[in-house]
């Protein structure tokens, strides 16, 4: 997302820091849903935050999930999709990354940069995918289907990843897959994306995955997999947002249910949803948009593009990407500032799964790039 320049949060990055300039700049950004007694009540500890993470040139990187306040603590830069701060994860100089997403994305960072100190805000955040597909069940598969190209998603543990041959995020899957060599593939953990993509390469490729053929379990994101397509119909009727529309679109997130994403005018990763949205405003051909995706993404879109009417639904909040606060990034800071031990939030890897985790996911940075 952020193919548009946000100046202002890049602003309150950079110039003299003061609670006023903080709450200036606050109020300038006009989020839609950051109220200004939201402004006046942490207006304080986002200077705080601001003020260290400059002290100890922190890099922080702020997935699309995040909520606004937590999200524009990032630059422009350090803001993205799980494939744009894994990029960016590579590049970075500083000696301190603080990852405001959840623990899975914080692992890459460190696979990259084994010797950085990487921080999360809350290691106790989860991900229904990561969670619910470990080592042991990439190894069933691959019994399964001896010779064939593992794919594994982002959305899993460095455990994981080591026993794959290449890793892929939801704005490069598809490309990823036709690199690779042969005309099979097998995708895991995710059942969804997993359909989705047999889909996408229908006719070039075969993907085995979870549960295809096999009785093996897989795992499904429990925030997307809400979405139905009776939802999507009755979005579409209420928000008044027909299928084709040339100025009404409707979005959806490569983890939603296939016949969700069949139903959506575009679908993407988040980013990727959100240069489509760049796009159309820079055309003039964006009147009205809902998206199938996590909520705080639509909030964070909505400020990026205030001339687009949002339609939102609020019950879709990821409560593992929700447990990274404010006050919990502040937390780490201080923590970092008083040369605290910083071991409850620092995101440690065993050297040899480091070692093995790294290969699939150098191996799709090559292929992004
Ligand atoms: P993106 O890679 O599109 O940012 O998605 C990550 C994620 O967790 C979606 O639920
Ligand atoms: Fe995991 Fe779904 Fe949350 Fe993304 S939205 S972090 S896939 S549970």
């Known amino acids: 997302m952020n193919s548009q320049p946000t100046v202002s949060q890049d602003n309150m990055n950079s110039t003299e820091l003061s609670i006023e300039s903080v709450k200036k700049e606050l109020y300038k950004r006009n989020h839609p849903s950051v109220t200004p007694i939201d402004i006046e009540a942490h207006a304080e500890t986002v200077y705080q935050i601001l003020k260290l993470k400059k002290k100890h040139n922190v890099v922080m990187l702020g997935h699309n999930y995040m909520e606004p306040l937590v999200f524009g603590l990032s630059t422009k830069n350090e803001q993205g999709d799980s494939l744009a701060l894994s990029m960016h994860a590579a590049k970075t100089d500083a000696p301190y990354i603080l990852f405001n997403g959840v623990p899975f994305m914080a692992e890459t960072a460190k696979i990259l940069n084994p010797s950085k100190t990487v921080l999360a805000a809350d290691k106790t955040a989860g991900c229904s995918l990561a969670d619910n597909f470990g080592a042991e069940e990439v190894r069933k598969l691959k019994a399964l289907y001896p010779g064939v190209p593992v794919m594994i998603y982002i959305n899993s543990y ?212």
């Open 158 to 369: 460095a455990d994981a990843k080591a026993e794959s041959d290449i890793c892929c995020t939801s704005a490069n899957a598809a490309h990823i897959a036709r690199e690779m060599p042969g005309d099979e593939i097998l995708f895991v953990p995710d059942i969804f994306f997993a359909e989705n993509l047999e889909e996408e390469l229908r006719g070039t490729k075969t993907v085995f995955f979870p549960g295809k053929g096999n009785r093996e379990k897989g795992a499904v994101c429990e925030v997307h997999e809400k979405f139905l397509l009776s939802d999507l119909l009755a979005i579409r009727g209420s928000f008044d947002i027909p299928k084709g529309h040339p100025t009404r679109v409707l979005y959806a997130h490569w983890e939603c249910r296939p016949e969700v994403l069949q139903e959506a005018d575009f679908y993407g990763s988040t980013s990727q949803i959100g240069q489509d949205i760049a796009k159309r405003v820079e055309e003039d051909r964006l009147e009205r948009a809902f998206v199938a995706s996590e909520c705080e993404l639509t909030s964070n879109l909505g400020q990026e593009f205030p001339t687009v009417q949002f339609s939102t639904a609020c019950s879709v909040r990821c409560s593992h990407m929700a447990k990274v606060t404010l006050d919990k990034v502040l937390n780490v800071l201080q923590a970092l500032d008083k040369g605290d031990d910083l071991s409850p939030h620092e995101v440690t890897l065993m050297p040899e799964v480091i070692e093995r985790a790294r290969t699939p996911i150098e191996r799709m940075l090559e292929l992004s790039a």
